[in-house]
């Protein structure tokens, strides 16, 4: 799943090796659901890598810092990239065009992936006990 390919993403990040980039363009785009809106980050990067150039919008991995329940949120981050500034972003020394911006991993997919396997667990051994109760 998405939630094992991020995670397996950012423990490689850990040894990516840091860059300078210079920030192209940031954004904010509003994603509404059926319950709620989503403010997401897109920040779009230029960077260099052994002089060839690169461009990217990767941010970190999973969700943190791309969604936010809030525009105020959203801006805050954007703020701290803006337009034709420089950052610090990490890149693959494999594969350079593998880069982030930030390297988070957002662990509430997992986190929840966790809590509903253990619930569906523990439905399952009730219903099991229910079905031996009744056999007696």
Known sequence: ???IKDWRRYRESENWVPATAQIITGYIIARRGSKSTSYVLDITYAYKVL???YESNQFSFGSEGTGYDTR???EGMLAKY????QATIYHDPNNPQRAV???KYDST???LAVILGILGVGMVAYAYLQVLALGN
């Not at 803006?82 to 500034?85: I, K, Q, R, V, Y």
Request: glycine share 16%.
């Open 1 to 3: 799943t998405t939630t």
């Open 51 to 53: 002089g060839q150039s």
């Open 72 to 74: 105020k949120k959203a």
């Open 82 to 85: 803006p337009t034709g500034s």
């Open 101 to 103: 911006l930030e390297r």
């Open 109 to 111: 997919g997992v986190i």
